[in-house]
């Protein structure tokens, strides 16, 4: 029988987390769930997912508040023997500018994309060497970024700055862990449409990357597959972005 192996994915209950989720659990790892205020999204999704694993564990916390974060990592490190990988999805977009950016709003975009994902890849690391749990290309995180930070522009001042805090975290994380844990990151363009978006903006934003097109669920999948299994693989940041970060442009392209 194999052994148990349980993964860690933040926010993993709606948009690009959701489809991380199934990746994951339909490759036999035990789900830890995360949300936030979403409790019954998460519900939904865990059961959504059971058809695939009966291994599926949900847990709260905003990442904003360090006691919760703080009571996640206890949690984890004591009731979850056999957790050897993580997703840092969770992530906070909110817009401003460097003109009119607040501190309040920095911090909480440092809080939930880099400080949190930063504590529990420590967590992680702890898990793994306190549970004497053998070297194995399981043993590792995936980041997910944006492929904007590869092509900047002004626009989402705070959020950036967090997404390229969360780029430097990658490499340190890295070097700061291994032998023991692989530390990689996906860095994504446009593979859902924004909120705010109706399907033909949608299309249209595809069509302004070099290659008229962007990266899909699919190519997610990949992504996942080759970061997962690639034992050799660590401090690596894939972009899937149909090449947007070669010629970016000079305002987000959910600006209209």
Not at 101 to 119: C, G, V, W, Y
Not at 131 to 156: F, Q
Not at 191 to 202: K, T, W
Request: overall charge neutral; charged content about 20%.
């Amino acid at each position: 029988m194999n052994k148990r192996k349980s993964i860690l994915v933040t926010s993993g209950s709606k948009r690009l987390g959701k489809h991380i989720s199934k990746f994951f659990v339909m490759n036999d790892w035990d789900l830890i769930l995360h949300y936030n205020n979403s409790k019954e999204e998460a519900e939904e999704t865990a059961n959504e997912l059971s058809r695939y694993s009966k291994n599926i564990k949900l847990y709260q916390a905003d990442f904003t508040n360090y006691n919760d974060v703080k009571n996640l990592v206890e949690n984890l490190l004591s009731k979850d023997k056999d957790w050897i990988g993580l997703v840092n999805n969770a992530g906070l977009f909110e817009y401003d500018t460097g003109i009119d950016f607040k501190i309040e709003k920095l911090n909480q975009h440092m809080s939930i994309n880099f400080s949190t994902p930063a504590l529990l890849i420590q967590a992680l690391f702890k898990n793994i060497t306190k549970n004497c749990i053998e070297k194995s290309k399981n043993n590792m995180v995936i980041n997910i970024i944006d492929a904007k930070i590869e092509g900047l522009n002004p626009d989402y001042y705070s959020y950036t700055l967090s997404k390229l805090a969360m780029s430097g975290l990658t490499k340190m994380s890295a070097l700061s862990y291994a032998p023991d844990l692989r530390v990689n990151a996906i860095a994504p363009g446009i593979i859902l449409p924004a909120e705010n978006q109706n399907n033909a903006e949608f299309k249209n934003s595809h069509k302004k990357n070099i290659l008229n097109s962007s990266a899909t669920i699919d190519d997610l999948y990949l992504a996942l597959d080759f970061l997962t299994n690639s034992n050799s693989v660590t401090g690596h940041i894939s972009l899937l972005d149909g090449g947007a970060h070669l010629a970016p442009p000079v305002r987000d392209v959910a600006i209209k």
